[in-house]
């Protein structure tokens, strides 16, 4: 019978998290082989934008390199985790029966925002993985309701992760000091925000704009709603368990979650 595995939430940062050496990196390493390995992988990516839920359903989806600027081997790296087709249909009836108009797409590959971090975990692309979309024109209770519709596949070995960002305000880092101390600003919204899913308080966590620096850690929200959907797909009650911790640049929370 297969393990049922926590949801997780975490912080991708920079696509150079694929290739540098960071306390991150080195967290997501270990992260890997701290768990059984999944049946497969449904990520949701803050850079898969869609209005209405989209997952891909490509058999060998392509890597997409969905950035500009960085050193030329991060063009390079091909992540070939396969797909699963199958997966896919089914997470979009389950969707579907949840009242979404949910869609897959078997064109669309896998973003930054979920090889980077799978790259570290599962080195050997040997998991299959389903990318699922985020929308920033809804709000975070519809992500934790697709989180929650999702949570039965955890029982299967499936792993439900969000990858986004805990702070991102990218035009507020510091970007000469890598060592950076932590902004009273960025500190004040994630220690809020921290607080209420470890101590299981799902509704407050859900009004996020009402903590403290909200949107000056989140102008737009497309790095936190991966959140939503991972504490949704931690179940009934979910609190979350603080796996990492981490400041990078000033204001660029690195933290990750578990969520069951």
Do not use: C
Not at 19 to 31: G, I, K, P
Request: net charge negative; proline share 8%; hydrophobic share 45%.
């Amino acid at each position: 019978m297969p393990t049922i595995l926590p949801a997780l939430f975490v912080s991708h940062g920079s696509p150079m998290l694929a290739v540098e050496d960071s306390a991150t990196a080195r967290f997501l390493d270990q992260l890997g082989t701290q768990l059984p390995l999944p049946v497969a992988i449904v990520i949701a990516s803050a850079h898969f934008t869609a209005a209405t839920p989209t997952v891909t359903s490509a058999p060998a989806p392509a890597t997409i390199h969905d950035f500009g600027g960085f050193p030329a081997p991060l063009y390079d790296i091909e992540y070939r985790a396969p797909g699963a087709p199958e997966l896919a249909k089914r997470i979009v009836r389950m969707l579907t029966a949840a009242g979404f108009d949910a869609r897959q797409d078997d064109r669309i590959g896998i973003d930054h925002g979920a090889w980077v971090p799978l790259r570290r975990m599962f080195p050997h692309a040997d998991v299959p993985v389903v990318a699922l979309s985020v929308n920033p024109q809804s709000d975070a209770e519809w992500h934790y309701r697709i989180g929650r519709t999702l949570a039965p596949l955890r029982k299967e070995g499936v792993l439900v992760i969000g990858s986004g960002g805990f702070s991102h305000n990218l035009r507020a880092l510091d970007w000469g000091r890598t060592d950076a101390p932590a902004f009273s600003w960025m500190a004040a919204f994630t220690d809020a925000l921290r607080d209420r899913l470890i101590a299981g308080d799902i509704a407050g966590a859900l009004n996020w704009l009402a903590l403290p620096e909200a949107l000056r850690n989140h102008p737009t929200p497309e790095h936190l709603y991966p959140l939503y959907v991972a504490l949704g797909a931690g179940g009934d009650g979910a609190r979350g368990r603080l796996l990492h911790r981490d400041v990078e640049l000033g204001g660029l929370a690195m933290d990750a979650f578990a969520f069951e």
